[in-house]
Structures are given as C-alpha cells and as structure tokens.
C-alpha cells in the first residue's frame, strides 16, 4: 500500500458547453482501496474530448479532458494486488474481469462487472479531483489530459517500459479502435475488400488492420488530400477524394474501383451519420459488412433501409471489440516489435502549457495527432 496525500497538478479542464479549454490547477486525490493515482507522461487529443466539450452525450462540467494517454504508477490503494509503483500503464475506459458473460465471450468486450460509463465519476458514484473546492468529472474513467490521475486498477493496462511510449498512448482508443476493428471484429479475411471512410487516427488503424490480416484492396476516403501519402504509409491501396468528382456519390466511386460490386468490408470512421449509408451501398450485395466506429453527435441516424435490407450487415463496436486485460497486451507487442505503423501517427508534440497552439495545429490538415506533454520527455527518460 502507498501511503499518499492530495496533489495540486496542471490539467485541462472545460468549464461548460462549447467553453474554451483552460490549463487549470487542480487537486487530484489518493487513490481509494482499487484504485491507481498515475502520473501521466504523455496525452494526446482525441475527436471524442471535442464530442464531450459540447456537452455530448451528457452536459457534465466542469471536466477534465483525455482520454488517450500513458502514465506511471505514484501510488496504489491497498487492495491492489496487479500493479506496484512504477509501473508504466495505459488508462482505459472499458475494464475486463475475465469472468463475467462478455468477457467470457469471443462477440463481446464490454465488461458487466466493470462497465463502460460516461457519467464522469469512478465507479463508486464520486470524484477524486477538484478545482478550487468544487467536484471536476472525469471523461470516462480516465481524464489522462492531467498531470495525475486516479483510475480503477480494473481500468488500467500495464505497458512494458520497452515500448515507444510516446506511441502507447495512441493505443487508449483510436487507433486500436479501427486496428481491432478489423482484425478482431470483423477479422478481414485474406484477398478480401476494404473501404475506409475517413483517414485520421480510427481510420489509419483500421488500414493497419486489414493491412496485416491481407486484405488486397484497402481504399481510404478523405477529403483532405494530405490523407493520401498517410494512408499509403499505412498499407492503404487506393484513395478517394469525394471532392474531385462532387457529381458523384461515394458508394458510385468505390463501385468504380471494384468492378461495380463493391467491397466485402467497410468501415466509417468519422461520426458523420450521413456516411452509414454510403457505406452500406459501398458494399456487396447480400454479404456486405459496415462497422460504425466514429463517435457522432447525434443520438439517433439515417439509415437507407433497402440498403440494409438487401442483405448488408451493420454493426457498431466500442475500442474495435478489443479486450483491454487479455487483448491489447497483443497490440502492444506488436507495436514494440514495429509490426504495425503507429509511429506514423504522431506528427505534433507540444508542451501542456502550448494547449492553444496544440488545438491549432489539430486543424492543420497535415496532422494526425498532437501530443501535449505534461511533463518534458528528459522527465520520462530519468523514470528509467
């Protein structure tokens, strides 16, 4: 057991709907009987911390944002029994007991006794930080974008200190989200079709995962061309521009480049409900499979019904069906070995106090990722 005391830290916090980000101090409490109180080395922004900024799903503020991101362990709750100070772990946002119906199950990984929640607290219905005496929410269970943290150990992944760990990160959610997509969820077959609608962080690992499971056609849809040498980078094939022919549809486009059938997989990356449907029509009939993966701000969507009904299969997944205690272990080694691309996703690293500068550069069209760092890297290299 560690014995410790609140700590006053930097992090970034939303004050209200569509509110600007602030780098706050905040108190950030010992952790409880489960838990871990992480000091975070490395955070990166995510399309999900803007979904929450607005107040969507649920209008919980003030908030901490992050949840992407790599730590070591400061200290530990007495019941913890799996990690030790200094260890080096990813917060997670789904948990795995290993025993319960879903976690015994090969169709699902969203955990019944450790569930997936967006109410901001931990799982015992409270807080572990603060702002100048009022409770701040969590994002999920996570809130990395934090010099410290608190996490349920049921929450938490540990990381072999031999990993990149400015790329660990990544693997919290996006990336291994589209990565497990594909290889986990739908395991695309070898030979077989791909299209990818939308080519950031979720998108590229989706590449990355029908890439290694041999698919032979992987084609990414973007808008911003500079997705194209990225994708390419990635194993991606083929790539559409739905602004270079504005007459035609997406699902037109990809049926071009497929001899007018279609793909076997397709996977949309980018929450705009819209593109479900293009989805569904960009693949084959009868057999046709679509995941949703990106996070969309509506509650509820359009779908073409025929689509749908000549035989296609939609389905959603949260972090691409992959469990985080038995199963991103595995996408961890095959990052450490250099099996899959994800150094190919960081392309901005900024200190926590430049979070304007790394927000601006998130809309640049040449970034993918943008690491603001709580403390500097010579910090994390003297952890070792």
């Known amino acids: 057991m560690s014995i410790s005391q609140a700590i006053t830290c930097k992090a970034v916090v939303c004050w209200g709907k569509g509110e600007p980000w602030k780098v706050e101090e905040i108190q950030v409490e010992p952790p409880k009987a489960t838990e871990v109180r992480v000091k975070m080395l490395y955070a990166s922004i995510c399309h999900t911390d803007f979904l929450f900024s607005t107040g969507f799903p649920l209008p919980l503020f003030p908030r901490v944002l992050g949840h992407e991101g790599v730590g070591v362990v400061e200290s530990v709750g007495d019941e913890v029994k799996e990690f030790k100070e200094g260890d080096i772990v990813i917060p997670t946002y789904i948990g795995e007991c290993k025993k319960c119906e879903n976690c015994t199950s090969e169709m699902a990984n969203l955990c019944l006794k450790h569930p997936f929640t967006i109410n901001g607290l931990m799982p015992d219905g409270s807080s572990r930080m603060s702002i100048r005496g009022q409770k701040l929410y969590h994002l999920f269970t996570c809130s990395t974008m934090a010099e410290y943290t608190v996490v349920d150990a049921n929450y938490a992944v540990k990381v072999d200190p031999g990993i990149d760990l400015s790329l660990a990160g990544f693997l919290s959610c996006g990336y291994s989200s589209g990565f497990g997509a594909a290889w986990k969820e739908f395991k695309v077959e070898k030979g077989s079709s791909v299209a990818v609608f939308g080519l950031g962080a979720v998108g590229l690992g989706v590449v990355d995962g029908a890439r290694i499971q041999g698919a032979a056609k992987i084609i990414g849809i973007d808008k911003?061309?500079?997705?194209?040498?990225?994708?390419?980078?990635?194993?991606?094939?083929?790539?559409?521009?739905?602004?270079?022919?504005?007459?035609?549809?997406?699902?037109?486009?990809?049926?071009e480049m497929t001899h007018g059938t279609g793909v076997d997989y397709g996977f949309e990356c980018t929450g705009v409900t819209s593109l479900l449907s293009e989805a569904l029509e960009a693949t084959k009939l009868g057999k046709g499979k679509v995941m949703a993966i990106g996070a969309a701000m509506e509650d509820k969507v359009p779908l073409n019904f025929l689509a749908i009904a000549l035989g296609r299969n939609l389905k959603g997944t949260i972090f691409g069906g992959i469990k985080t205690k038995s199963e991103l272990p595995i996408i961890l080694d095959k990052c450490k070995n250099k099996q899959l691309q994800v150094d190919q996703l960081l392309t901005h690293q900024v200190m926590l106090e430049d979070l304007d500068e790394a927000i601006k550069?998130?809309?640049?069209?040449?970034?993918?990722?943008?690491?603001?760092?709580?403390?500097?890297?010579?910090?994390?290299?003297?952890?070792?």
């Open 224 to 255: 911003n061309p500079y997705r194209k040498d990225k994708g390419e980078a990635f194993g991606m094939t083929d790539f559409i521009n739905p602004d270079d022919e504005p007459n035609k549809s997406i699902s037109e486009l990809v049926k």
């Open 361 to 384: 550069l998130l809309k640049q069209p040449d970034c993918v990722k943008c690491i603001p760092i709580p403390i500097t890297i010579g910090q994390v290299n003297n952890l070792f």
